[in-house]
């Protein structure tokens, strides 16, 4: 095993919540590399659905310093983001090792020692921004195992073609849910399955509204105040065309959860049964830490206990854009920009004052 100098910070990640906090380090004086898991730029987006859009402009998602150009068609596709993040990288010549997958982490009291197959790499802080899209979860219904049709999560699709007359349910009731249910319904006959009524955004209101009000709530709480705001938050469903279009063909129409599996399908409290060939799970993600798990500081919920951005358990370890526990909208392009400041800011306050002890 290889061993390497001591760099004063290491950012596991090669997302965009870790090209933007390596904009803010690379604006100060301290040596820092980025160890990212994947071949080739691009973070989570690589493995996104490919025709997923963003649900705000260009100009409303872009992370620090340069702004994604815009694409002449609206709302950003998956493939401009990748394009977007691997020339951010190049552009300001940030330091990234890939691909690497750091296995664990340990610290002696003054230095974390980070761990791959074959190298390790000592630190004096550390940011872990992983995300969450290699943590799909799927929810525990009973019989799922008795069902003989197809599961799949949404970190999993791609294209609606192989679902070509089936009998597709898609379970989930956010962006994602709403635009894979848009464009397989095309080609499938659909069922859609939310936990609650979904939330319809009216058809002016997109990102940027949404992360306007993220950034009031955010302003609220660090002055202590309460404020009253227009319902609609970042899960929310906003109206991008594709959407639109399944609107006008009738299929945004949920229905309550079901409770359990059979084989051919699912069935609800009052005996109702549905028959299905596939379930798309657009459910969520769950925080991409296992690493971690060597430090003792996950909670019950796979989440750590932070003070802003910063692991309470583990002062020398910052987390940045893992959701609304990390920072306010900072799971989004835009939304990243502030925690990922903030977490430069105090790591080299951090290291400064312990060079000064």
Not at 43 to 64: E, K, M, V, Y
Not at 204 to 209: A, M
Not at 320 to 338: D, K, P, Q
Request: proline share 5%; glycine share 8%.
């Amino acid at each position: 095993m290889t061993a390497q100098a001591i760099l004063d910070v290491i950012v596991i990640g090669g997302g965009q919540a870790a090209l933007a906090t390596a904009y803010h380090l690379r604006r100060t004086s301290l040596s820092f590399l980025l160890l990212d898991d994947q071949a080739a730029p691009g973070g989570a987006w690589q493995h996104a659905w490919d025709s997923l859009r963003l649900f705000s402009p260009a100009t409303w998602s872009s992370i620090s310093g340069w702004q994604m150009p815009e694409t002449g068609d609206g709302y950003p596709h998956r493939d401009a983001v990748i394009d977007y993040l691997s020339k951010y990288e190049a552009r300001y010549k940030l330091p990234i090792m890939r691909p690497v997958h750091v296995s664990s982490v340990t610290f002696d009291g003054a230095l974390f020692e980070v761990h791959s197959e074959n190298q390790q790499w000592r630190c004096r802080a550390l940011v872990s921004a992983t995300g969450t899209w290699s943590k799909p979860f799927i929810p525990a219904y009973p019989g799922s195992d008795e069902f003989i049709g197809q599961q799949l999560h949404s970190a999993h699709y791609q294209t609606p073609e192989s679902f070509a007359g089936k009998r597709v349910l898609v379970v989930g009731g956010g962006n994602s849910g709403a635009q894979i249910l848009a464009e397989v319904s095309q080609l499938a006959d659909t069922l859609w399955i939310t936990p609650e009524p979904p939330a319809f955004l009216p058809d002016e209101v997109d990102g940027r509204v949404l992360f306007q009000r993220a950034t009031e709530r955010w302003k609220a709480q660090q002055e202590g105040r309460n404020i009253e705001q227009p319902v609609g938050g970042l899960g929310d469903i906003v109206m991008v065309d594709p959407v639109r279009e399944a609107r006008e063909r009738g299929v945004l129409v949920a229905q309550r959860p079901f409770e359990r599996f059979n084989a051919n399908g699912v069935e609800w409290a009052d005996g109702h049964s549905e028959a299905a060939d596939v379930v798309i799970w657009c459910t969520g993600f769950r925080p991409a830490l296992d690493h971690l798990n060597t430090l003792d500081v996950l909670e019950t919920d796979g989440t750590l206990a932070v003070d802003g951005t910063r692991a309470s358990k583990q002062p020398r370890l910052w987390l940045v854009g893992y959701g609304e526990w990390t920072g306010a909208a900072s799971a989004t392009l835009i939304g990243v920009n502030r925690s990922a400041r903030s977490t430069a800011n105090e790591i080299t306050a951090a290291l400064q004052c312990s060079a000064d002890q």
